[in-house]
């Protein structure tokens, strides 16, 4: 039985193994508004999982999915005026 094995360490970094771009932390930073608003979401999904909605779970998720809503209408207007050139 022959061991396989690499005889040079790897000269390139893998995918996984590097830091993030200046833009892909902008691209972060765009969406981060979204990306709260769906934790938020998820938050009061979760608090209803192993009971029944009370009146206020019922009103925190609705007020949690119009801030979801809110947050990707926000970021297709903005990505729309990029796209556009503010003619949108």
Do not use: C, W, Y
Request: charged residues 30%.
């Amino acid at each position: 039985m022959h061991i396989i094995a690499a005889l040079q360490a790897p000269v390139t970094v893998d995918d996984f193994d590097r830091e993030p771009t200046a833009s892909e932390l902008d691209a972060i930073e765009t969406e981060m508004p979204l990306i709260l608003a769906r934790v938020e979401l998820l938050d009061a999904q979760i608090v209803t999982l192993d009971r029944t909605p009370t009146e206020l779970d019922e009103r925190r998720i609705r007020r949690a999915r119009r801030r979801v809503m809110d947050a990707r209408r926000k970021l297709t207007n903005q990505a729309a005026t990029l796209v556009t050139g503010g003619a949108a």
